[in-house]
């Protein structure tokens, strides 16, 4: 069981909710998927032809709903953001992206870890969205984040866990779930960041644009169950530090005859 | 929280270790601390040669071909605690002497002079014959010769620790000695030593403080060596956890003969000593061990390379004994007694770089 | 009385409170986030302010995101 500010999940998916054709496609997705978190944005309403409002799909009795601070360009619009989405769903869980570049949407460090301390403060829970830096990771941990997201790859390359190493080691020393967000273009790379590890994964893109998007979202369930299963059937990898690589046993020994004792 | 192994548990575990368990560790060449129980037990014994190797590699990698050479100062062997297996014990009728600030200065220049550079303080635990008052004033002299001063004294408060940090110390070495609760209750009689949980969150407070680096242990021969060793496993992956700005050390001082004529209940053998030491470097790469004069030469030249990472060398364990040997009662009887020179030219002739000076604390801001 | 709504300049009339403009565009009050001038309102507060000239409003809304 996944526990992230003292509430439980039985889904380790997390479902972003952008980009997806319509609202109907997104609900059966919910569905299929069977993830018990999904991502939000703000936007301003389009008042010439207002949309569909989001949470009349979001089945928050199954689902919790996470407001991101997605269009923060620093921490003071990201605390702008964040109250609002406090004061419209109610709830003060936030997964904060700070991202000031549009074009590669990659979250800026200082002034995440500037809106993580706070937040925090403000009585959030807060969910940082981070380049995948193992001291950010721990300096976001030591300000309160009730989880880390570290990214595999920029926001929508569907390039997989590029970033390994660093998400292995940030596992390795963290304090709080780490859900791997961003950059999971297929269920194997999903697979492959629950079986070095994580805690959860959260994708968006590959789901919403495939071309069977129910499909997807089902592969992706079972990819995660799959992956944590693996991961928890092992006896649990060890830190990426050391890189000794294996001694054959039996065949490389050390000399112990000093100690003057049959070994 | 820091939550250590039970000890039937630990020792079931060590019982129930079979090769298989041992040679899936040694091929992964990784271990938590959940697993050291294994490497510690009497399966892994028949693996030595290779987890040797294999400490050996790790090693290599993490630190390089390099050892350092560190020289204990003892201040003082006043001590107002009453353990049992101890030379210095309150109890014990020794020549007791507390060096003065300018003894302490004479004493480390001979060191200086004889090329070290980190030096480590030690005392008996009496706190108003050195106290951290007279700690801060002996490190701030000492800083400007010293690359790194750190202190194997009392514990200290996270206040005192931070005025210590301050002053110029930059490591603590503090042992619980036996992480068996009833076992300890029974070996420290009396003093603020017989507070358990105070001694054992010490380490907690010297990282809060600030201080670059803490070192743990446990005095081998006190308890079950598997189970201290497992605690100091559990122990030292807690504190990396939870401290991670801060450098770990661990150290196996070992019951030999002292005044107190103390005979270790549990000895843990040479070859014991030497699992431990392999199983603690696979568990956790980064750690500096610690093997100090208490072992003989053939040992510690044996060693060299396989794990530890930092030996003293031509050590006094007596307040005062680098300018007057035999001034004062010993902690405890020295195995390895070469000269720095020597043990320096050994470790040159193994290939080794004997490091005398690993950093510069003018780089910290004090 | 001329304000700025979702970052466009608009002319309504005096007295207009945000009530007016949303069920205008046909929104369901409980739908939206309404900031005036950088304030959230709470939904009380919809009907009773009345909007000035030089106001901000900013009406936002919940949408898919990552």
């Known amino acids: 069981m996944l526990t992230i500010a003292g509430e439980e999940f039985s889904s380790r998916l997390f479902i972003g909710t952008g980009k997806f054709a319509s609202p109907q496609v997104m609900r059966e997705v919910l569905v299929a998927s069977k993830s018990e978190m999904v991502t939000v944005a703000l936007r301003r309403v389009n008042l010439e032809n207002p949309e569909d409002d989001i949470m009349s799909q979001i089945d928050t009795g199954e689902t919790r709903f996470l407001p991101n601070t997605s269009g923060a360009r620093d921490a003071v619009e990201a605390v702008r953001l964040a109250e609002l989405a406090r004061a419209g769903s109610g709830t003060n869980w936030l997964k904060l992206e700070v991202t000031p570049d549009p074009r590669t949407l990659l979250p800026c460090p200082i002034e995440t870890l500037k809106a993580t301390e706070e937040l925090v403060k403000k009585g959030f829970i807060v969910l940082p969205y981070m380049n995948a830096d193992p001291i950010l990771a721990l300096k976001l941990q030591d300000a309160g ?11 929508g390359t569907n390039l997989g866990v590029t970033t390994r190493l660093q998400v292995e080691i940030i596992i390795e020393q963290a304090r709080v779930p780490v859900v791997v967000d961003a950059g999971i273009g297929a269920p194997s790379q999903a697979a492959l960041a629950m079986e070095i590890g994580a805690d959860a994964v959260l994708v968006n893109t590959a789901i919403a644009v495939s071309p069977n998007p129910v499909a997807m979202a089902e592969a992706f369930c079972q990819a995660v169950t799959a992956g944590r299963m693996a991961y928890e059937a092992g006896l649990g990898r060890q830190s990426s530090m050391a890189s000794a690589s294996s001694p054959t046993t039996g065949n490389i020994t050390a000399d112990l005859d000093f100690l003057g004792v049959p070994c | 929280m820091l939550e250590l192994p039970l000890y039937d548990k630990v020792l079931s575990q060590v019982q129930n270790s079979t090769a298989e368990d041992v040679e899936a560790i040694l091929k992964k060449g990784a ?13 892994a014994a028949e693996y030595l040669p290779q987890m040797a190797a294999l400490s050996q590699q790790i090693s290599l990698q993490r630190f390089g071909k390099t050892l350092q050479i560190y020289a204990p100062l003892y201040v003082s062997n006043y001590c107002s605690n009453n353990c049992v ?51 801060s004033l002996i490190a701030q002299e000492l800083r400007t010769k010293f690359s790194s001063v750190s202190i194997e004294v009392q514990p200290f408060s996270t206040e005192n620790y931070a005025k210590l940090f301050e002053a110029g110390i930059t490591a603590v070495a503090v042992y619980q000695e036996t992480y068996d609760r009833e076992l300890y209750a029974k070996l420290h009689l009396s003093g603020k030593k017989s507070d358990y949980d105070y001694r054992l969150a010490t380490p907690d407070r010297a990282c809060s403080a600030g201080m670059r680096e803490v070192g743990i242990g446990a005095l081998l021969g006190l308890g079950n060596w598997r189970f201290e060793g497992a605690c100091i496993g559990t122990h030292l992956a807690y504190l990396r956890k ?64 396989l794990g530890p990472t930092r030996y003293s060398a031509g050590s006094s364990t007596t307040p ?37 000076k690993d950093w510069d604390s003018t780089f910290q801001q004090f | 009385m001329k304000i700025q709504l979702n970052g466009q300049s608009i002319d309504y009339a005096d007295n207009t409170s945000v009530t007016d403009i949303l069920a205008e565009k046909k929104i369901e009050p409980n739908t939206v986030i309404v900031e005036l001038n950088r304030t959230l309102l709470t939904v009380d507060q919809l009907d009773q302010i009345c909007l000035k000239d030089g106001d901000t409003l900013e009406i936002i809304r919940f949408v898919g995101g990552g």
């Open chain 2, 320 to 356: 005062g004994g680098y300018g007057t040997p035999d001034a004062a009662g010993e902690q405890w009887d020295v195995g390895d007694h070469r000269p720095v020179e020597e043990v320096v030219r050994v470790v040159r002739a193994k290939g080794f770089d004997p490091v005398y």
């Open chain 1, 145 to 155: 984040a009730a989880a880390v997201m570290p990214l595999g790859a920029p926001i």
């Open chain 2, 31 to 43: 271990c938590s601390a959940e697993e050291l129980p294994i490497l510690l037990s009497q399966a």
């Open chain 2, 242 to 305: 939870k401290y991670w700005r801060t450098n770990f050390t661990v150290s196996f001082p070992r019951l030999r003969p002292a005044s107190g004529g103390y005979e270790p209940e549990q000895p843990i053998s040479t070859k014991e000593l030497t699992q431990l030491i392999f199983a603690l470097r696979i568990m956790d790469p980064d750690v500096g061990l610690l093997v100090s004069t208490r072992e003989e030469e053939a040992y510690r030249d044996g060693m060299i390379g």
């Open chain 2, 85 to 135: 297996y101890c030379g210095f014990s309150a109890k014990n009728t020794i020549k007791r002497k507390c060096l003065s600030t300018d003894e302490v200065l004479a004493e480390a220049n001979i060191l200086y002079e004889r090329g070290f550079r980190h030096i480590l303080l030690v005392t008996g635990e009496a706190d108003k014959k050195v106290g951290e008052p007279e700690l």
